[in-house]
């Protein structure tokens, strides 16, 4: 017989306790599909999906404006957001000095930090209304939401790029400087190759950080129920719709919300698991 | 101390008095040595005796430790390499280096051979895919992997990977190959292959070597240094190194005793 010590009672415990966060996840899910699915059958997936009204009191409900607003609002904080997060890991990660490093990334990390009803406030009380005294339409817009947005994945695409670059070995920049190589030339080539896959998982994170904001996104975003022809464009989102509408939704209108959960739910999945593959397939 | 005696005019490498500290550690001690052109020289000597520090001095790569000071001087084809006005990059591409870890990058085969060609500057397809046929060759790669040059590079065998790195050096047109302990991570067949291989490129090109194996140095070198705690402390003919060395320090480690 097995002898029971401590040591397997503890190692037990600490089983359950991390089984217990899968536990949470299957419940979740099932939760949210069981709720869900009886409108996206009733209505049709398709239907649902490209359906362009929202009526929830003649029980019409289509989403794709808010799946348009959505991609739009993570398009455009991808294209605010990537850059600078390239510029800033590689920056830190191979010509930053120990000093510079200390101060700046814990800085951007905190970035992570600032809740976003903050990011929000902000950007009403100052992004909304510049852009609409300087740019034009009503200041909640798409531009105004990618802002705020890039801002706020930032801290994630720049520490992931910044872990694989770090995680690029030594002799690579050795190799390429003794081939005569400038730092900049061994980086370009040599480095960010290497690291390639980490950084598009790292993307790939951001985008499914944007997609699901919800806060920031309902304080700038307009929440207007059209599809985004233009960045001035006001627009509401996956994450915005069950925000605004839950508290008053009932019957077949708050499972359509669920509904509209699962489509996000199932956006975010696929993200993350093509980022997981992506960075397993890079180790290997 | 006095280096082997050669005719002036086929020296490309002239150390003179060179010291190489670490922060206050002084790491190399008035190291003199003539390099003959075309010529395999092997530095050898125990662990931490400064032998790849020698090396790495040669195309400035010891530049890269921090802390690190350098007093003496080489002359590279008459000029000093450590003058302020030395082109590092076009020097790196004159004297190249091989590494003890075979360090291809992650990119395809022909990617890795053009990285050099690139870095300085050619950008004609055609240049380039005749460097990538030409250096392979050159290491004996060709014929076997022609048909895969896409593959990625780090997927090669380890000997693959080492030929293919010293491919890569090849392509940029050096004059110099600096090998750190090529075949230490190597099987013994895939060493006599390299081996092979630096006997076939002495045609062309100058090697230094350093090695922790005295019968590699005994097969494959012209020249052999022996180092001590920074020291050179003999510089001759290979043959005459180990039949008939005149140091017995020298005597001592090519014999046994330690290291």
Redesign the interface.
């Known amino acids: 017989m097995k002898k029971i010590t401590g040591e397997t009672i503890i190692g037990k415990i600490l089983l359950m306790i991390a089984l217990s966060s899968i536990g949470a996840l299957f419940l979740i899910t099932v939760f949210i599909f069981a709720e869900g699915l009886p409108v996206i059958f009733k209505t049709g997936f398709a239907a649902f999906i490209t359906g362009m009204k929202w009526k929830p009191t003649r029980e019409i409900f289509g989403i794709l404006p808010m799946i348009a607003g959505s991609f739009a609002i993570m398009a455009g904080a991808m294209i605010v957001s990537v850059p600078f997060a390239l510029c800033c890991s590689i920056y830190l990660a191979e010509f930053a000095g120990d000093l510079m490093r200390r101060v700046v990334k814990p800085a951007i990390e905190l970035l992570a930090g600032i809740p976003s009803v903050v990011y929000g406030f902000i950007g009403v009380t100052v992004l909304v209304p510049f852009i609409k005294n300087y740019i034009g339409g009503n200041g909640f817009s798409v531009l105004g939401c990618s802002l705020v947005l890039g801002v706020m994945v930032l801290p994630t695409i720049t520490s992931i790029s910044y872990d694989a670059l770090r995680a690029v070995?030594v002799?690579?920049r050795?190799?390429?400087?003794?081939?005569?190589?400038?730092r900049w030339?061994a980086v370009k080539?040599?480095v960010v190759?290497?690291a390639s896959s980490g950084i598009i998982a790292a993307v790939i994170l951001g985008m499914g950080r944007a997609i699901g904001e919800t806060m920031a996104v309902i304080m700038i975003a307009g929440n207007s129920l059209i599809v985004p022809l233009s960045p001035l464009d006001p627009v509401r989102t996956l994450t915005s719709n069950i925000a605004l509408e839950m508290g008053y939704a009932s019957g077949s209108h708050r499972q359509a919300l669920f509904a509209t959960g699962v489509v996000l739910f199932i956006i975010i999945m696929a993200l993350n698991v093509l980022a997981s593959r992506i960075i397993n397939r890079a180790v290997k | 101390m006095s280096g082997a005696t050669c005719d002036e005019g086929n020296i490309i490498l002239k150390i003179s008095n060179l010291d190489y500290y670490y922060g206050s550690f002084r790491a190399l001690k008035s190291v003199c040595m003539d390099i003959v052109k075309n010529t395999i020289v092997a530095l050898i000597g125990p662990s931490g005796c400064g032998k790849s520090t020698l090396l790495k001095t040669f195309?400035r790569?010891s530049d890269?430790v921090a802390g690190s000071r350098v007093e003496g001087e080489i002359l590279y084809k008459g000029r000093n390499i450590f003058d302020p006005a030395t082109d590092?990059?076009?020097?790196?591409?004159q004297i190249?280096?091989v590494?003890q870890?075979p360090?291809?990058?992650?990119?395809s085969l022909a990617d890795n051979i053009k990285?050099?060609p690139?870095?300085?500057g050619e950008r004609n397809a055609e240049k380039l895919d005749w460097l990538v046929e030409s250096s392979l060759r050159a290491v004996g790669l060709w014929d076997h992997l022609k048909d895969r040059l896409d593959k990625k590079a780090t997927e090669l065998q380890a000997d693959e990977q080492q030929r293919l790195?010293i491919a890569?050096?090849i392509a940029?047109e050096p004059e110099v190959l600096l090998m750190d302990e090529p075949c230490s991570t190597l099987d013994p067949i895939a060493t006599l292959n390299i081996e092979e291989l630096m006997r076939e490129l002495k045609k062309k090109y100058t090697i230094v070597t350093v090695t922790h194996n005295m019968q590699q140095a005994a097969r494959v070198s012209d020249y052999s240094g022996f180092m001590l705690m920074g020291e050179l402390i003999e510089y001759s003919k290979t043959s005459s190194i180990f039949s008939n060395p005149r140091d017995k320090r020298t005597d001592d480690y090519i014999s046994g005793h330690y290291g």
């Open positions: 070995p002799s690579y050795e190799g390429a400087l003794a081939l005569g190589a400038t030339q080539m040599a190759p290497a | 195309d790569m890269l590092i990059t076009l020097l790196r591409k190249g280096m590494f870890h360090n291809p990058f992650a990119l990285f050099g690139r870095v300085h790195c890569r050096l940029v």
